[in-house]
């Protein structure tokens, strides 16, 4: 099984700030990386796809980057509802796997 | 509009059963792969299975072969999951996700969960 490891696990910032989360994969993936936000208590809401491409909807102060091992996700201008947790997935290949999820909170 | 709406979830006793539903809306069904995504409370996304639309391959997760079943009824636009021999540690919110296609399975739309209990 592939294993993706977030770093950091959690994350203190401030409204405005721009931070990155990184993914790494146990093996190499392409570009077949999906980013995920999940608010408290809510369903998770797709970002982007393929490591880069932004989902339909989603505001471009979200963008993604990496390829093979190593993938970040760098959300620009923070603001009050981007503080939520964010999970990264491989879907190079079954089982699909997720990180453990990187906590944003606000500083 | 994409809609996807998860049922089914209940207070199960260990080793019992229980058929979870997601109906869908606002595409067409047969044309998308379909996936089960558990969370366990207070952890983080875990895939639970995947089956797809268009030859009804599936795919599952080593901790729920051979006690869960994937399926759908695409005259009810609707996919299910059949869990049988439910311990402890199936406890978990159950979201259905639309997934592009089996090859490239990534979700792209999500339901609300549905909450799977498995206790005494």
């Known amino acids: 099984d592939i294993q993706m490891t977030q770093s950091p696990s959690s994350l203190s910032a401030s409204v405005g700030d721009r931070v990155t989360i990184t993914c790494r994969a146990s093996q190499g993936i392409g570009n077949f990386l999906a980013w995920f936000q999940q608010k408290s208590g809510k369903a998770p809401k797709s970002l982007i796809y393929?490591?880069?491409s932004l989902q339909s909807g989603v505001p471009s102060k979200f963008s993604g980057s990496g390829s093979g091992t190593d993938f970040t996700l760098t959300i620009s201008s923070l603001q009050p509802e981007d503080f939520a947790t964010y999970y990264c997935q491989q879907y190079h290949s079954f089982p699909l796997t997720f990180g453990q999820g990187t906590r944003l909170e606000i500083k | 509009e994409v809609q996807l709406l998860e049922s089914g979830g209940d207070l199960v006793q260990p080793g019992g059963s229980l058929r979870l539903s997601c109906a869908v809306s606002?595409?067409?069904?047969?044309?998308?792969?379909m996936s089960w995504v558990r969370q366990a409370p207070g952890r983080g996304l875990e895939w639970v299975s995947l089956?797809?639309?268009?030859?009804?391959?599936?795919h599952y997760a080593d901790s729920v072969k051979g006690r869960f079943t994937i399926s759908t009824d695409n005259s009810k636009n609707t996919l299910y999951l059949q869990m049988h021999s439910l311990r402890a540690e199936d406890t978990a919110i159950y979201y259905c996700?639309?997934?592009?296609?089996?090859?490239?399975?990534?979700?792209?739309?999500w339901g609300q969960g549905t909450l799977v209990t498995v206790s005494s």
């Open positions: 089956i797809s639309g268009r030859d009804g391959k599936t």
């Open positions: 393929a490591a880069s």
């Open positions: 606002g595409f067409a069904f047969s044309s998308y792969a």
């Open positions: 996700a639309r997934c592009y296609s089996s090859a490239t399975p990534r979700p792209d739309y």
